[in-house]
Structure formats: structure tokens, C-alpha cells
């Protein structure tokens, strides 16, 4: 923040108090209406967990260590929740992350202009590098997650420069001897993404979830984080001495994601987020992006700004009392910095389901339907009898030792059994329920397009070909390839577009990387911010599943059979580059250390003398020193 940016935000002052009732309202208006949804998101946490109640086993069988007379309650008596739900949204999310992660570089580059080909590629190879340092594979499948079970995902993105102390060694000027040296260094400069809990999201209500990193007036996420790692970044966070306590009030949304675990939803929230033992305390921060008109708020821009329109600030408020950052935000993708998945969105309202929500009555329905047939069956196999006290002992009947012995009483002596003692006869009318079952979850197979199939069960009827297998897959997945097709052009590629323009307005001149690897293991490539520079468009993904090592192997190998035979193509193809891109295709990654390596003239003349090398024609052959 510059000196300007400082003073609007001083404590006390008139801009403070007129900006923080402002940005108070804006997320006390979004939390009215994202709270609606907050006792739905719990009973699909609920159900996602397959939690049992706590009126059923857990308390019951606690309850047996302390009470004597409950010694007969066994755990046996439990009700059985069927995760049906966190099988099927387990199986759409594994999907859905191999289709968008199992390819390199995960994102893809288009140009429409012939002279930013070479640009594109760099950018790709960028991305590919920020997708890593961030482990993107762990934020993108959460939020995938989120999706199927909120029917909301949310991305928040950013930019960022990464210094560090690093040791390196380094010539004394003296001794000429090599010393180390620690040094702050540049270790990362580029795109940062974090996953924002649904339950701590507030964006602007008046517009669709989809569209409001666009066209949202404002948008706001919360986090607790602690008071030191604010003093950390700097210049960043400003006044952070006139931040008051944490609110006494639970801010943290009330998700219960964590409640069969016996965790916290959100870590620390038991604790209240008060500082341990003379630790830092921690802080409730609400941040955001919204829209100001400068001269209605008072505030002055730079040059070449029009005061009179709209323009994006970041806004940090500390514990719901002092604004610790203000700040004009003007990245050149001019969204909000977030991106959103809700991939069952229907229409424009404001607020989706998610598959969850159209699986939870066939979860709760198959419970019930396996519980009823358990307990029925505890009742058949209980025998039940029909008997006459005044001929029978009763003590005996009631014993539960095997092989029991059933004493008479003396009026019973020489009088039929039958008259007096018989085995009801209970029927198992719950017979069908297993069979019902599998009807059940074919029905929500059928909406989730979850088939046996897609989650890697092979159907019955004997032994198939792979092709067959592939074939069977990629017809059963078509739906969820639609999926992913919706995902990608709806989200995961505006991810790629606010990163590629934070990279081209960020990245300094004299930040760049070496890639190396397969791509640079004949000459390094460089990467620098003027080779990344365009205007480029990133490609609906198509939602099928990338091919298979094994598949491709097979490909390759029999191209590789057909260059070989073929003396045209041998001659227009590098058959020795071919093999070994077969090879590790294959597994072999190490064949390059089978590899001859040619000799120079000078190493096969000595290798002669020495008597090592023969030349061909004999000992008495042609003079290879020679030059022949």
C-alpha cells in the first residue's frame, strides 16, 4: 500500500468508518442469503460421511462401559449407513481429476495470430511450472469435491513474489577460498490458488454464482489465520495494532464435515482462536475485491484514472473492526479474483445443487432397506416359543448356552411336548430388500452416470480384450465426458486465463526459468515475460479420458514395426529417436545408457595404436587416421 492508500484507511478516521460500514453490509447482505444453504451443505456432509447419529451405536456402546445392566447392547445393534454418496461422488471426482490432470501441461494455449506461436508454447510451459509449484492437483481436486457435494467450488487466485533465505557459496575476494553465504533470494514469482470453504464464501447475491467473478459487484471470502503470519507479509497489512479481539460469536459458517472424525471443521475452532500460551492471537479477516466509485468514497486516484467510474479495490478487514489493507486492484483480466464451479447449474439463479443432493433419498432408502432385513433377521434367528409355564422351566428356556438342556416339571411327565411346548413359525418378510437395493442404486447409477464400468467393475460374461474393456468405458462415461466438457469451459478455463494475464502483467524482465527435461534436454529454454506476451484462448477441454500407457505403447510399437519396413519412411524419420520414445513409453527410462557413443577420428587412431580397435579389413586394413 502506498502512503495515500494508508490514510484513507486510518483508524478513526471519517473514510475508515464510511468504508467499513460499507464492506460490513455488503457481507452481512451475501450471508442472509448463502446462509439458506448452510443446513443443506450439513446434511450432505452428513451423508457423504455415512454418519450415524449419535442417539444409535456410539452413544450405546458407551453407555455399556459405564452402566451394568446395559451389558446386553452390543455393537452389533447399529444402524448401517450405506455410502452410497461418497462412493459415486468419490468415482465423478476421480473422473473428472484424470481427465483435467492426466494430461501435460494440464493447461492447453491457443493463438489465433501465427507470429505468437512460440509465445503460446512458453505460456503453456509457464502455467505447466505454476500448476506444480502450487500443487494444483491437490486445490483443483478439492474443488471438484466441493462441487459434487455443494454443487460449489470455489478458486481463489493471486500473484505472488516468494523470497527466501537461501545458503549458496560464494569466492572469498582474499583467500580466493569458496565460502557460504546466506542470501534472500527470488525462489518463485508467479500464480498462487487456494481453495475458498464454501461456507466462508460471500459474493455478491444480484448476480448468479457462475457470473460473479465477472460481473459480481463485489465478492468476499473469511479466513482465521494467525496475527504473526499477518506481521510476516510486511507492507502488506497495515494498523494491525488497532485490530480488537476475535468475535465472541461461531463466524466460521457451522459446516459439520469433520463431525464422524471427532474433528474440527475448521481448524482451531474449538479453541476459540485465542492465542496459547502467550502465542499470537488469531484473527478473523475478510477479504475481497469490490467496486468503488473513488470520488463517492473520497478517495484520490493516480493519474490517468477517471475518478468518476467504477474500479476494483482489495479490501482486508481485520476481526470485523479495522481495515488492515486497502488497496487499488487492477489486474488486466478485470474479474474478481476467483473462479467458480457449480456444475449442475441450472438457468440463472442464484444458488445450485449438487449431485448429493439427488442421491441423498436413494442413500437414506437403501439404508433402511438393508437395516429392516438385518433386524428381521435378528428376529427369525431368535427362536421364538410357544410354551405353558406350569409344564415347563422357564430358567432353562431363557439360557443362551449351546446345547441346552430344557427341564420338565413333574406335571408334564408322560404327556406329549407338542400339547404343551412348539416353535412359532416367523416368516422373513424382508426378503426382497436386498434385491431391492440393487434396483435402488441402478436408479441413481442411471442419474450420477455412475455405471459398474466407470468405477472399474468389470461386467459378468466372461473374459474381454482390453479394446473391448476401453470401448465399454469410454461409451458409459460419455455422460460425465459432457461433465467435465461444461466444467472446463465454464471454470477450470477461466483459471487459465487470470493466470496467463497475471503472468504477462507481473512477471518481472528479470525473473525467468530454465526448462529443461524432456523439452530442453538438447538446448535449455528460456522463458522470460516478453516471450510470454499475447492474446490467447485456452480450449474447452473434451472430457474424454486420456489414452492409456499401454494403448499408446501399442500405437507406437507398431508405427515403430511399420518406419522399419518401410525404406520411405525410413528415410524421413529418425528410426534410432523413435525406438527410444517407444522404450520409455514402455518403462525403460534408463535405455539412453545402452547407447554407443560415437568416437572422434583422434579417440579411434589411439584406440588402433593400443591395440583396442581393429580396423575393418584386418590389422593391415585402411588407416582410419588417415581420414578414410
Given at each position: 500500500?502506498?502512503?495515500?492508500?494508508?490514510?484513507?484507511?486510518?483508524?478513526?478516521?471519517?473514510?475508515?468508518?464510511?468504508?467499513?460500514?460499507?464492506?460490513?453490509?455488503?457481507?452481512?447482505?451475501?450471508?442472509?442469503?448463502?446462509?439458506?444453504?448452510?443446513?443443506?451443505?450439513?446434511?450432505?456432509?452428513?451423508?457423504?460421511?455415512?454418519?450415524?447419529?449419535?442417539?444409535?451405536?456410539?452413544?450405546?456402546?458407551?453407555?455399556?462401559?459405564?452402566?451394568?445392566?446395559?451389558?446386553?447392547?452390543?455393537?452389533?445393534?447399529?444402524?448401517?449407513?450405506?455410502?452410497?454418496?461418497?462412493?459415486?461422488?468419490?468415482?465423478?471426482?476421480?473422473?473428472?481429476?484424470?481427465?483435467?490432470?492426466?494430461?501435460?501441461?494440464?493447461?492447453?494455449?491457443?493463438?489465433?495470430n501465427s507470429a505468437l506461436v512460440e509465445n503460446a508454447k512458453s505460456m503453456e510451459m509457464l502455467l505447466?511450472?505454476?500448476?506444480?509449484?502450487?500443487?494444483?492437483?491437490?486445490?483443483?481436486?478439492?474443488?471438484?469435491?466441493?462441487?459434487?457435494?455443494?454443487?460449489?467450488?470455489?478458486?481463489?487466485?493471486?500473484?505472488?513474489?516468494?523470497?527466501?533465505?537461501?545458503?549458496?557459496?560464494?569466492?572469498?575476494?582474499?583467500?580466493?577460498?569458496?565460502?557460504?553465504?546466506?542470501?534472500?533470494?527470488?525462489?518463485?514469482?508467479?500464480?498462487?490458488?487456494?481453495?475458498?470453504?464454501?461456507?466462508?464464501?460471500?459474493?455478491?447475491?444480484?448476480?448468479?454464482?457462475?457470473?460473479?467473478?465477472?460481473?459480481?459487484?463485489?465478492?468476499?471470502?473469511?479466513?482465521?489465520?494467525?496475527?504473526?503470519?499477518?506481521?510476516?507479509?510486511?507492507?502488506?497489512?497495515?494498523?494491525?495494532?488497532?485490530?480488537?479481539?476475535?468475535?465472541?460469536?461461531?463466524?466460521?459458517?457451522?459446516?459439520?464435515?469433520?463431525?464422524?472424525?471427532?474433528?474440527?471443521?475448521?481448524?482451531?475452532?474449538?479453541?476459540?482462536?485465542?492465542?496459547?500460551?502467550?502465542?499470537?492471537?488469531w484473527v478473523q479477516l475478510d477479504e475481497g475485491t469490490v467496486e468503488l466509485i473513488p470520488d463517492e468514497?473520497?478517495?484520490?486516484?493516480?493519474?490517468?484514472?477517471?475518478?468518476?467510474?467504477?474500479?476494483?479495490?482489495?479490501?482486508?478487514?481485520?476481526?470485523?473492526?479495522?481495515?488492515?489493507?486497502?488497496?487499488?486492484?487492477?489486474?488486466?483480466?478485470?474479474?474478481?479474483?476467483?473462479?467458480?464451479?457449480?456444475?449442475?447449474?441450472?438457468?440463472?439463479?442464484?444458488?445450485?445443487?449438487?449431485?448429493?443432493?439427488?442421491?441423498?433419498?436413494?442413500?437414506?432408502?437403501?439404508?433402511?432397506?438393508?437395516?429392516?432385513?438385518?433386524?428381521?433377521?435378528?428376529?427369525?434367528?431368535?427362536?421364538?416359543?410357544?410354551?405353558?409355564?406350569?409344564?415347563?422351566?422357564?430358567?432353562?428356556?431363557?439360557?443362551?448356552?449351546?446345547?441346552?438342556?430344557?427341564?420338565?416339571?413333574?406335571?408334564?411327565?408322560?404327556?406329549?411336548?407338542?400339547?404343551?411346548?412348539?416353535?412359532?413359525?416367523?416368516?422373513?418378510?424382508?426378503?426382497?430388500?436386498?434385491?431391492?437395493?440393487?434396483?435402488?442404486?441402478?436408479?441413481?447409477?442411471?442419474?450420477?452416470?455412475?455405471?459398474?464400468?466407470?468405477?472399474?467393475?468389470?461386467?459378468?460374461?466372461?473374459?474381454?480384450?482390453?479394446?473391448?474393456?476401453?470401448?465399454?468405458?469410454?461409451?458409459?462415461?460419455?455422460?460425465?465426458?459432457?461433465?467435465?466438457?461444461?466444467?472446463?469451459?465454464?471454470?477450470?478455463?477461466?483459471?487459465?486465463?487470470?493466470?496467463?494475464?497475471?503472468?504477462?502483467?507481473?512477471?518481472?524482465?528479470?525473473?525467468?526459468?530454465?526448462?529443461?527435461?524432456?523439452?530442453?534436454?538438447?538446448?535449455?529454454i528460456t522463458v522470460t515475460a516478453a516471450g510470454i506476451a499475447g492474446d490467447f484462448y485456452f480450449p474447452?477441454?473434451?472430457?474424454?479420458?486420456?489414452?492409456?500407457?499401454?494403448?499408446?505403447?501399442?500405437?507406437?510399437?507398431?508405427?515403430?514395426?511399420?518406419?522399419?519396413?518401410?525404406?520411405?519412411?525410413?528415410?524421413?524419420?529418425?528410426?534410432?529417436?523413435?525406438?527410444?520414445?517407444?522404450?520409455?513409453?514402455?518403462?525403460?527410462?534408463?535405455?539412453?545408457?545402452?547407447?554407443?557413443?560415437?568416437?572422434?577420428?583422434?579417440?579411434?587412431?589411439?584406440?588402433?595404436?593400443?591395440?583396442?580397435?581393429?580396423?575393418?579389413?584386418?590389422?593391415?586394413?585402411?588407416?582410419?587416421?588417415?581420414?578414410?
Amino acid at each position: 500500500m502506498n502512503e495515500n492508500e494508508k490514510s484513507f484507511i486510518r483508524p478513526g478516521s471519517e473514510t475508515h468508518a464510511k468504508l467499513l460500514k460499507r464492506v460490513k453490509a455488503q457481507i452481512a447482505e451475501s450471508y442472509s442469503k448463502m446462509s439458506q444453504f448452510y443446513g443443506r451443505w450439513n446434511m450432505r456432509e452428513l451423508q457423504y460421511q455415512a454418519y450415524v447419529s449419535v442417539q444409535d451405536w456410539e452413544k450405546r456402546y458407551n453407555e455399556v462401559c459405564k452402566d451394568a445392566s446395559l451389558v446386553n447392547v452390543k455393537k452389533q445393534d447399529a444402524n448401517i449407513i450405506v455410502p452410497y454418496s461418497f462412493a459415486t461422488i468419490r468415482t465423478i471426482v476421480t473422473y473428472l481429476a484424470t481427465v483435467f490432470l492426466g494430461r501435460k501441461p494440464i493447461f492447453t494455449v491457443g493463438t489465433n495470430n501465427s507470429a505468437l506461436v512460440e509465445n503460446a508454447k512458453s505460456m503453456e510451459m509457464l502455467l505447466q511450472y505454476n500448476a506444480e509449484h502450487n500443487q494444483l492437483v491437490k486445490e483443483l481436486t478439492q474443488w471438484l469435491y466441493n462441487g459434487e457435494i455443494y454443487g460449489l467450488g470455489i478458486l481463489k487466485t493471486g500473484f505472488v513474489t516468494e523470497t527466501a533465505p537461501r545458503t549458496t557459496w560464494v569466492l572469498d575476494p582474499m583467500s580466493g577460498r569458496p565460502l557460504r553465504a546466506r542470501t534472500a533470494s527470488v525462489i518463485y514469482q508467479g500464480n498462487t490458488v487456494e481453495n475458498i470453504d464454501p461456507f466462508l464464501f460471500f459474493p455478491d447475491p444480484r448476480v448468479p454464482l457462475l457470473k460473479v467473478a465477472k460481473e459480481g459487484e463485489f465478492v468476499y471470502w473469511r479466513n482465521f489465520v494467525g496475527k504473526f503470519s499477518l506481521q510476516r507479509a510486511g507492507d502488506t497489512y497495515a494498523y494491525l495494532d488497532e485490530v480488537k479481539d476475535c468475535p465472541a460469536e461461531d463466524l466460521s459458517g457451522g459446516s459439520l464435515r469433520n463431525l464422524r472424525a471427532r474433528g474440527d471443521s475448521l481448524s482451531g475452532k474449538t479453541a476459540g482462536f485465542a492465542a496459547i500460551d502467550g502465542g499470537s492471537s488469531w484473527v478473523q479477516l475478510d477479504e475481497g475485491t469490490v467496486e468503488l466509485i473513488p470520488d463517492e468514497i473520497g478517495f484520490s486516484l493516480p493519474s490517468g484514472y477517471d475518478s468518476k467510474k467504477p474500479h476494483k479495490f482489495l479490501v482486508s478487514v481485520a476481526n470485523s473492526s479495522q481495515i488492515i489493507r486497502f488497496e487499488l486492484f487492477g489486474a488486466d483480466h478485470q474479474q474478481h479474483p476467483v473462479v467458480v464451479n457449480e456444475p449442475y447449474a441450472i438457468g440463472n439463479g442464484f444458488g445450485n445443487c449438487g449431485i448429493s443432493d439427488y442421491l441423498s433419498p436413494f442413500q437414506e432408502t437403501i439404508s433402511w432397506f438393508l437395516n429392516s432385513h438385518i433386524f428381521n433377521v435378528k428376529g427369525v434367528v431368535n427362536n421364538s416359543f410357544l410354551y405353558d409355564p406350569s409344564m415347563v422351566e422357564e430358567k432353562d428356556l431363557k439360557s443362551d448356552k449351546a446345547g441346552k438342556l430344557i427341564r420338565l416339571k413333574p406335571k408334564a411327565f408322560g404327556v406329549d411336548p407338542s400339547t404343551y411346548f412348539r416353535q412359532l413359525d416367523i416368516r422373513d418378510v424382508t426378503a426382497g430388500h436386498v434385491g431391492d437395493i440393487q434396483s435402488l442404486m441402478r436408479i441413481g447409477n442411471d442419474i450420477s452416470a455412475v455405471t459398474d464400468n466407470v468405477r472399474g467393475l468389470q461386467d459378468s460374461g466372461g473374459r474381454k480384450t482390453a479394446t473391448e474393456i476401453r470401448a465399454t468405458v469410454e461409451a458409459a462415461s460419455s455422460r460425465l465426458a459432457h461433465h467435465a466438457q461444461f466444467i472446463s469451459g465454464a471454470s477450470l478455463c477461466n483459471l487459465g486465463l487470470q493466470w496467463s494475464l497475471n503472468l504477462q502483467q507481473y512477471l518481472s524482465e528479470d525473473f525467468q526459468i530454465d526448462v529443461l527435461g524432456s523439452q530442453g534436454a538438447q538446448k535449455p529454454i528460456t522463458v522470460t515475460a516478453a516471450g510470454i506476451a499475447g492474446d490467447f484462448y485456452f480450449p474447452i477441454h473434451d472430457g474424454s479420458l486420456p489414452l492409456d500407457k499401454i494403448a499408446l505403447f501399442d500405437i507406437w510399437q507398431q508405427a515403430l514395426q511399420f518406419i522399419a519396413g518401410n525404406q520411405i519412411l525410413a528415410g524421413q524419420y529418425d528410426l534410432g529417436r523413435v525406438f527410444e520414445f517407444v522404450a520409455k513409453l514402455g518403462g525403460a527410462e534408463n535405455i539412453d545408457q545402452f547407447k554407443l557413443q560415437p568416437q572422434s577420428p583422434e579417440q579411434i587412431s589411439a584406440g588402433v595404436q593400443n591395440g583396442n580397435l581393429i580396423p575393418i579389413g584386418g590389422p593391415n586394413g585402411v588407416d582410419l587416421s588417415q581420414g578414410f
